[in-house]
């Protein structure tokens, strides 16, 4: 009897350090591993999800509950495979700079990031930017010439309807072909006759919109201007400006003369906010869009004409849309008439004005801007990713595909409901 009381009281100190080295019984993950208690997640489960799993098994063995006060949604990060659900736990929380705190009737999610507070506000925004996701956007600005599609026998239309966010319609006439382009749309039109040309941004393809816009350009129909690209910050803001800044003197209230310079051109200003939902990155865009130039009013001073948009949009990762409606009158003045003899000099008995003409032309133009958002990998995965020898680039392209490809199902579940 004596030798089993002193065998208890060994076994209860042995169980009493492992209790106070985790905080957690860790007894019960090797003596008692029933079946039930072996979990298994993917790396993409939600965190809420994978800790309400968790809380069912915690309130069964141990009567307590899991309480995370940030309810968090994003990603658990990380594979779970057949693992007890205590050290499952405890690997999700490590994973996302977590940890717990044991109360008499509860288990308490915390961060691990309460020495944030005792750094000054700069060291807190840089680690805080340590975090921040990256989106790169890139643009297409495409300058459609109005009056000699109208030449063509075309006219290019942009429509809003119920099924689709945008899309755009571009009809010829007359068996007109466009270039050498074989290539189909994301609609199934062939884009090398251009007859009916429809853009739908859940299927809208990059590289097939910038094969149009360059038969468009080969027949001078309108211009590619520029393809810029820029990598914004989740929440910052970036800018894409395509033109120049124009310097207007003009004075202050003590009567000085001071030099402002106004932007002009094709004007981009975009912030992107990275958003996760049910595993799913999405990418909330904020755009302003602006056209504008510079001209002599009748008085001789300056103006500058504009045209702005502003939209708020919601994209995949790696989805494409298009904006359109942006127009633009250009004045161009030239001289006609017969050869040679339209351009002689006034003094030459007058010929010029009996064999030639001035006329002043019109030209509207549309810009038509494409973007694409794409996510970046953060900075671990391009770190770990090295490590391993791995493209980065293409491992994160395979992932983006996996997800399209999942929100695509998604969708069509719906519909079919």
């Known amino acids: 009897m ?13 169980f009493g350090c492992a209790y106070a080295q985790t905080g957690m019984p860790r007894e019960l993950r090797k003596v008692s591993s029933a079946p039930e208690e072996i979990v298994s997640f993917l790396q993409t489960t939600s965190f809420d999800l994978a800790i309400e799993s968790l809380n069912d098994l915690s309130k069964k063995y141990l009567g307590k509950i899991i309480v995370d006060p940030e309810t968090r949604t994003q990603g658990i990060g990380i594979d779970i495979n057949q693992m007890h659900w205590l050290t499952a736990l405890e690997l999700i929380l490590k994973n996302n700079n977590l940890w717990y705190e044991q109360h008499e009737d509860y288990i308490k999610i915390v961060s691990t990031d309460s020495d944030l507070q005792s750094m000054s506000k700069e060291e807190r925004e840089a680690v805080e930017r340590f975090k921040t996701r990256e989106v790169s956007i ?37 068996g007109l072909t466009l270039g050498d382009a074989s290539s189909s749309s994301s609609s199934g039109t062939e884009a090398g ?24 350009e080969t027949n001078s129909a309108g211009e590619v201007i520029a393809s810029p690209q820029v990598t ?5 803001s970036g800018r894409i400006q395509v033109g120049s800044d124009i310097a207007v003197t003009v004075q202050d209230f003590a009567g000085n ?12 200003k975009v912030t992107p906010q990275v958003i996760e939902h049910d595993s799913v990155e999405f990418i909330y865009l904020e755009l302003e869009i602006e056209r504008s130039s510079s001209a002599r009013d009748a008085e001789g001073g300056l103006e500058i004409r504009k045209s702005v948009a502003e939209t708020k949009i ?3 990762d790696g989805e494409e849309t298009i904006i359109g409606g942006l127009f633009i009158n250009e004045e161009g003045n030239s001289r006609a008439g017969v050869p040679f003899l339209k351009d002689l000099p006034w003094w030459f008995f007058g010929l010029r ?23 970046l990998p953060t900075l671990k995965d391009r770190y770990k990713a090295k490590l391993e020898g791995l493209d980065v680039k293409d491992k994160f392209r395979i992932e983006r595909e996996k997800n399209q490809d999942r929100m695509k199902d998604y969708m069509n579940q719906v519909k079919e409901k």
């Open 2 to 14: 004596k030798r089993i009381f002193i065998i208890g009281l060994i076994l209860a100190g042995f």
């Open 138 to 174: 890139s643009a297409v600005f495409f300058e459609a010439d109005m009056s000699k599609l109208r030449e063509m026998g075309m006219s290019w239309l942009l429509n809003r309807t119920n099924d689709v966010n945008l899309s755009a319609t571009n009809i010829a006439s007359g």
């Open 193 to 216: 006759k251009l007859f009916q040309v429809k853009f739908e941004p859940a299927n809208l393809a990059f590289g097939d919109v910038r094969a149009t816009f360059d038969a468009l």
């Open 232 to 236: 914004v910050g989740s929440g910052e």
């Open 257 to 268: 003369s001071v030099t402002q310079f106004f932007s002009t051109g094709s004007i981009i």
């Open 314 to 316: 919601m994209l995949l």
């Open 353 to 375: 004005y009996v064999f030639g003409y001035e006329s002043t032309s019109l030209v509207k133009k549309e810009l038509l801007i494409l973007i694409r958002a794409e996510l």
